[in-house]
């Protein structure tokens, strides 16, 4: 995990051996020593950094590339107060439901039939196997997309690279240009690749709602022998 300085040595990640076996290399590169670097520098500036540091790899931490079933690109965390704990899209029980995952939980209605939670907390998806991974995996306080070009898309890419190369079926579910960019090329004859418009309610208009991802990911997983995951989020 990251401590107050940075981000830590591989040897005191606390990720799953699974996922360190992987990406454990990763830690050691020139870029990634240079994004702890940035990021200490930040935090001695006084700024604040979400997620706090113990949260930064949660999605890593609760999915394990070999359960990964679903992958649900974001593209840097909530940068409100109390909103990013290290799940694309997700917020605590505690923290008010942003519009972009309101409709994220509207196309679930129309599409399955469940009605929308009275919280944005999707760790039960992340369990079963729903990877939610942003791009960028901090931010500073108020200041959406600035830790963009810093280091963190090179690691999430080799995330991304791990998932693909499982040996599993998985589906991936990309909304908006920036995911699609994200992933690039597919083997579509193992994997599905759902797209549509992001969520935020600038574009859901356009195709996200409507998009029926949710149903036609449950479809193919069943058809390839990997259960269904449950959309629905206790109360």
Known sequence: MANKAGIST??????????LDELGGTFETAGMKELSTFLREEKAQGKRIFPPGSEIFTA?????????????LGQDPYHGPGQAHGLSFSVPRSIPIPPSLRNIFREIERDLG??????????????????????VLTVEAGRAGSHQNRGWEAFTDRVVEVVMNTGQSV??????????????NIDREKHCVLTAPHPSPLSAHRGFLGCGHFSLANNF????????????LPD
Do not use: Y
Not at 60 to 72: A, F, I, K, M
Not at 124 to 135: F, R
Not at 221 to 229: C, N, Q, S
């Open 10 to 19: 591989k040897r005191n990640i606390g990720l799953r051996a699974e996922w």
């Open 60 to 72: 890593l931490e609760l999915t394990p590339p070999s359960q990964v079933r679903v992958v649900v």
């Open 114 to 135: 469940i009605s929308a939670p009275d919280h944005g907390c999707l760790r039960h998806w992340a369990e079963q196997g729903v990877l939610l991974l942003n791009t």
């Open 171 to 184: 589906v991936f579910m990309l909304w908006g240009a920036h995911a699609r960019k994200k992933v690039g």
């Open 221 to 232: 997983l069943l058809e390839r022998g990997r259960g269904v995951i449950d959309w629905t």
